[in-house]
């Protein structure tokens, strides 16, 4: 008995370790993306990721690929199994983010958000996703979205005035992180227009639940453990057994959510029942109020409502996807326009140009409501935003993996290894599991479809757009900063509204300038602006914020 046991186990391993050789040296020589042209595979654990997922070279690596190689390239993962489609071809990436049930996120990825924000729409595929953008679109409609507004100007105007004090407090010219300062901001700016919370950030960082979100992104994006990762992703029994410091810190945030925003959610139930009861709609304009009002709407089928977890899962997407974009957007405009002082100039006498005659603090809501109406439409701002946006996207690039067998439509010629280019195809062959990379950059600073002044920062050429860039698959003014498809970014008319405004309050009362300092891209998580030599320091871009002299600009502040 003993002897069969033995048998069947040394069976069993042979017959995976059988399998194992297949797919690591078998498989991957009669998969069809062997056929693209694309760089030279070094070794069987070597990889092309770095070079095109690093933004401080990877604008240099997409040209010199699209050039040797064509638009659809064939690049290789995490080992020899791992055969990978980087398409540059407008058609692949419109049909890859428009068949968003075929082109999925991976699962990997999905394990790693879900393990740290939950399964909300950044993790959920599927119906899961589709039943959660449902509940969630009516709290992004233009008419609730009018309501945030006043939000908005609220805390920008109160950092405007954090920093006014910070610079009446030294004699020197003041130099800001702008980076953090507008990273608490938008963290204010969320926690209000997300759930009605308070969190003080522009003043203090003491607030338990600021700490909790703030702690729980900072470690878990910037400082984890690439192996420590690998086990979350893979072996997660394992990470919960012997649990480092940050899976520890990631826990111990995750209560104080749990626990704070949970007694929210269910605050924010009771006052839409009580009002339902009465015969008085709860008025709360809140994203937390619309969405869990939205949820309980007659129109709604009640197998298409999502759960109290869901909620909590998509009011932690909106923190962090809401916040931290939208701050990284701010922080790499302002750097720009303070490299770029005459374009700075330029924008600031089109925002004075506007200017109310009473200081903000003393504007009527509806006010308000006409003065964010105005910004919204002044046309240098728009192309400042456009080009920032595009120049830099907060999100370097994205990943798909095919769930099954496909043809991608192709809108350029396809090279093969061989060297030759085939002309009777216009497809490339997906096999189930393949990943694509989705270049989002790539796209942004294509010179052949952007121009020869692709990677330079010229807001004026939103009034010129060559042919090629206005055919660009995109959400936002043809580029995929934004993503596009079923999967596009939902607040993508929140971020407008926050970033419009905080420009227009920040550049009526302040002049920005560059530091010595070398500010530099890094792709962690986003695209994030660090000192050169600093990076262990942290993410940060500082900046010398001089007050405007208001006689010059008859500012009331």
């Not at 042209?37 to 690929?65: M, R, T």
């Not at 005659?357 to 006010?367: G, P, Y």
């Not at 959400?475 to 509204?497: D, E, K, Q, V, Y």
């Amino acid at each position: 008995m003993d002897d069969l046991l033995l048998q069947c186990f040394i069976a069993s391993v042979a017959l995976l370790f059988t399998y194992a050789i297949y797919l690591a040296v078998i498989a991957p020589k009669f998969n069809p993306l062997q056929l693209l042209a694309g760089p030279p595979i070094q070794g069987w654990f070597k990889n092309h990721l770095y070079p095109i997922l690093d933004p401080s070279i990877s604008p240099q690596v997409h040209e010199f690929y699209v050039q040797k190689y064509g638009r659809s390239i064939r690049v290789q993962g995490v080992g020899p199994w791992d055969i990978r489609l980087l398409t540059l071809d407008p058609l692949s990436v419109a049909h890859v983010l428009k068949n968003s049930t075929i082109y999925e996120k991976p699962w990997q990825s999905r394990r790693l958000i879900t393990s740290l924000i939950g399964c909300g729409m950044l993790a959920a595929e599927g119906l899961v996703h589709k039943r959660q953008r449902r509940v969630a679109t009516p709290a992004f409609s233009i008419q609730n979205l009018r309501g945030l507004v006043p939000v908005v100007f609220t805390k920008g105007n109160e950092l405007k005035d954090r920093w006014m004090q910070m610079v009446r407090d030294r004699p020197e010219p003041l130099r800001i992180d702008v980076c953090h300062w507008i990273s608490r901001a938008t963290f204010d700016v969320i926690g209000l227009a997300g759930f009605d919370y308070n969190f003080n950030a522009i003043q203090n960082e003491s607030n338990e639940l600021f700490s909790a979100y703030k702690e729980m992104f900072e470690v878990a994006v910037s400082q984890s453990n690439p192996l420590r990762t690998i086990f979350r992703i893979y072996a997660p029994f394992i990470s919960s057994l012997f649990p480092d410091s940050t899976l520890r810190t990631v826990k111990r945030c995750q209560q104080v959510i749990h626990r704070v925003a949970g007694h929210l959610i269910q605050e924010k139930k009771a006052k839409i029942a009580q009002g339902q009861e009465a015969g008085v709609p709860y008025g709360g304009r809140d994203l937390l109020s619309l969405l869990l009002k939205a949820n309980v709407a007659t129109d709604l089928p009640t197998d298409q409502r999502i759960s109290d977890a869901d909620i909590l899962h998509n009011i932690n997407t909106f923190m962090f996807a809401g916040s931290d974009t939208s701050s990284l957007s701010l922080t790499w405009t302002l750097l720009l326009l303070a490299q770029n002082p005459t374009m700075q100039d330029r924008l600031r006498t089109e925002l004075l140009s506007v200017l109310p005659s009473a200081s903000l603090s003393h504007l009527t809501e509806d006010e308000i409501h006409s003065l964010s109406a105005i910004i919204s439409n002044l046309p240098y701002l728009h192309n400042v935003i456009r080009e920032s946006i595009r120049l830099i996207p907060p999100v370097h690039s994205s990943i798909r993996v095919a769930t099954e067998d496909d043809e991608i439509p192709t809108s350029y010629p396809v090279h093969c290894l061989d060297g030759t280019i085939l002309s009777q195809k216009s497809t490339v062959t997906v096999p189930k599991g393949s990943f694509v990379h989705v270049a989002v950059e790539g796209f942004n600073l294509d010179k052949s479809i952007w121009g020869d002044d692709a990677w330079a920062f010229q807001p004026d050429r939103w009034d010129h757009l060559p042919e090629g860039a206005s055919q660009l698959p995109g959400l936002f003014s043809n580029t995929l900063t934004f993503s596009a498809g079923p999967r596009s970014c939902i607040g993508l008319r929140f971020s407008m509204i926050e970033i419009k405004t905080f420009l227009y309050i920040l550049l009526t009362n302040f002049v920005f300038k560059t530091t010595e300092e070398k500010i530099i891209k890094a792709n962690v998580v986003l695209t994030r602006p660090y000192i050169s030599g600093k990076f262990k320091e942290g993410s940060q871009c500082p900046l010398i914020v001089l007050p405007l002299n208001a006689k010059h600009s008859n500012l009331k502040v």
